[in-house]
């Protein structure tokens, strides 16, 4: 069935760093991809998606790129903040199922 | 618009009581989901609504669970008799149609402490 597998966390870094939080994907057809932020406390809230190969997502600063010949859909942002701190979450939804697929979710530590 | 409502914000119960949470939609939304999230297995799916009718509930642990929509804007999800192993964050999200479900709209959560 289909899957969503994402670097495990937490992952730390330091104010301005360079983010990259890695989400590859199986599925069967051409599936749309998100990512979902947590704050804490709070609920998750869609960040970006993508719906078809090469299409890059983007959203307060933070861009992904649906890559298919790699199964891909990285998170990538060029400068962190610290209210960038949160648990991200890579999700599809494949073909007919209305049901979104989750991945287990990445912590993110921002150090001012 | 409020965004999905749930509630209560929390809840501490004890073993063996009978335990309601409570969500109201986004208005005009059409599907509802219930999602379950604990550190162990993270966010799970637990039953989802279209137009008020269960579509796929297999992610409902056992009997104790049940969720019933009446109506558009209000949906509950009852355990009965509550576990501590029910412990756990629980969310309502609302998504709507031509959209479909990609974009969920997720309530605050309602935190379930079982003693």
């Known amino acids: 069935g289909d899957s969503v597998t994402q670097m495990e966390g937490p992952v730390t870094l330091s104010e301005e760093a360079f983010l990259t939080i890695n989400c590859t994907y199986t599925?069967?057809?051409?599936?749309?991809l998100f990512w979902y932020v947590q704050y804490p406390g709070e609920g998750l809230q869609l960040l970006l998606k993508a719906t078809k190969a090469d299409d890059k997502g983007s959203n307060k600063g933070f861009e992904a790129t649906y890559r298919k010949e790699t199964t891909s859909f990285h998170l990538e942002k060029g400068s962190v903040q610290v209210s960038d701190s949160a648990v991200y979450f890579c999700a599809l939804r494949g073909g007919s199922n209305y049901q979104l697929i989750w991945g287990a979710g990445t912590k993110l530590i921002i150090k001012p | 618009d409020a965004g999905v409502i749930q509630s209560p914000r929390h809840e501490v119960t004890e073993m063996g009581q009978e335990v309601t949470l409570r969500c109201k939609p986004i208005s005009g939304h059409d599907y509802l989901f219930w999602y379950r999230q604990t550190m162990m297995r993270g966010l799970e799916l637990l039953i989802y609504f279209n137009n008020n009718v269960p579509i796929d509930d297999s992610g409902m642990p056992e009997d104790r669970f049940s969720a019933k929509m009446p109506n558009a804007s209000f949906s509950t999800l009852k355990i009965q008799p509550s576990e501590p192993r029910d412990s756990a964050v629980y969310f309502c999200?609302?998504?709507?149609?031509?959209?479909?479900?990609?974009?969920?709209?997720f309530g605050p959560g309602t935190r379930l402490t079982v003693l």
């Open positions: 599925a069967t057809g051409y599936p749309s």
């Open positions: 999200a609302s998504s709507s149609t031509p959209g479909g479900t990609d974009t969920q709209y």
